[in-house]
């Protein structure tokens, strides 16, 4: 995936069936779905893959075992169907885990466990594994750093883990094995119309700042918390479809959950569930579920929200986490569909809306990364009948995903305290796309969210051998360096 290459082609005037406007797992999903049905597809994301929301999760393919608690059957049922064929589909990127529920009250071992006997029905076929209630010696097993005083035992079950930026770059690569022609770092200005009917964009390279126009017979409004922006450029008076929803995440050293299982707990102070994870040789506690009034760029876990994940880890955790153990702390914005007045985020569908505009602009909103592929197949198809393209069946149940080659043993670690190497910088910048020291330590290495400072001591060594690769001089270098370091100052956990 060449971006000078890409470039070049949206330049040359084709019109393209679809046009995507964001490369975040909903925008990335519809252009391998398009693409390999064999459409014409160009996609358009203003900042990096994943750049928003797409990279910021909780690491889970999963059907929503709090979902099933509120009695959305449909929801839980696709995400599942998902999860299995993402399993199969990806098996480099997705995996199966344990999770366990501690069981402290008396009722707790047969509520979870018959509720999840149904989360194992609603699987069918592309069941994991199934569910089983665990004695008070197996759960310590499973869970060697579990607080032990009042525990009964506790209910396994299985869901599936992944890394959400690299799916999305994986799938960035697919749909460009497929023709897409995708541009990361490409900012849409405004619409192009005829006869009314949005016909195209005109966007800004922000890497070299020029401008291109890219005509399409659809475009495609996949910008996640952003969508309402893009409706009210269609139309000014265009009522709001989004409420955002912040999710804040704690990554602590690996020896707070040593074991191979994952913990869930079902219920908190705010009536979330909560999770501490296996990731990466880290563990990964979160998540909130806060009520923010706008989008931004580079959202914020909130000291509260810090206080709040470590509050409930010092609970379940018998060796507890201090603030000191923090090692990076990163939110992500979640674009739901909105409900009535006065509705709780947490209490808001995890499900999918499209709508279409007065110009033909299809947008779509809200979802999870689990059901990224059934979303896609639904828009593709609305798109095509909308706009009169042949109808082609979708082929995505059963397409595999790019896979990448490992990087060979011998090159130059980044930081003895991350599992990354000076190669994959170069690969990232030469196959990936990869344009700026961010994208590298955030997203085509995890190296942001798995410790911040030893990320920021990576960042000159980064953007020197990105200069190498695409040309830059030292300048670029001293700016690169210092507009990491400043973010990555923005992942320790809070003072205070």
Known sequence: MNRVYSLENLRAGEVFDLLIIGGGATGLGVAVDAAARGYTVALLERGDFAGGTSSRSTKLVHGGVRYLRQGDIKLVRTALRERGLLVRNAPHLVRDLDFVIPAYGLTDLPFYGLGLKLYDALAGPLSLGPS????????????????????????????????????????????????????????????????????????????????????????????????????????????????????????????????????????????????????????????????????????????????????????????????????????????????????????????????????????????????????????????????????????????????????????????????YFEAEVRRAAREEAAQTVEDVLSRRTRCLLLDAQAASACAPRVAAILAEELGQNEAWIAAQTAAFQTLAAGYLIPAG
């Open 132 to 419: 089983r209630i665990l004695s008070r010696t197996e759960t310590l097993e499973h869970l060697l750093n579990i607080e032990p005083a009042g525990l009964r035992g506790g209910v396994l079950y299985h869901d599936a883990q992944f890394d959400d930026a690299r799916l999305a770059v994986t799938l960035a690569l697919t749909a460009n094995d497929h023709g897409a022609v995708l541009l990361n770092h490409a900012e849409v200005l405004e619409f192009t119309r005829e006869n009314g009917r949005i016909n195209g964009v005109l966007a800004r390279d922000r890497i070299t700042g020029g401008d291109l126009s890219v005509r399409a017979r659809c475009v495609i409004n996949a910008t996640g918390v952003y969508v309402d922006a893009l409706r009210t450029l269609e139309a000014p008076a265009a009522a709001p479809l989004v409420s955002v929803s912040q999710g804040a995440h704690l990554v602590l050293p690996r020896s707070f959950l040593p074991g191979a299982s994952a913990l869930m707990v079902p219920k908190t102070g705010d009536g979330r569930v909560l999770f501490a994870i296996p990731w990466r040789d880290r563990v990964l506690v979160g998540t909130t579920d806060t009520a923010r009034p706008a989008p931004e760029a580079e959202p914020r876990a909130l000291a509260w929200e810090c206080a709040f994940l470590l509050d409930h880890a010092r609970r379940y955790l018998a060796e507890a986490p201090s603030a000191g153990d923090v090692l990076s702390v990163f939110a992500g914005q979640r674009p739901l569909v909105r409900g009535k007045p006065g509705t709780e985020t947490k209490s808001l569908s995890r499900d999918h809306a499209i709508s279409i505009g007065p110009g033909g602009l299809l947008t779509v909103t809200g979802g999870k990364w689990t059901t990224y592929r059934a979303m896609a197949e639904e828009i593709v198809d609305l798109a095509a009948q909308v706009t009169g393209l042949p109808p082609k069946p979708c082929p995505t149940a059963d397409l595999p995903l790019r896979a990448s080659i490992p990087i060979r043993p011998g090159s130059e670690p980044l930081h003895r305290r991350l599992p």
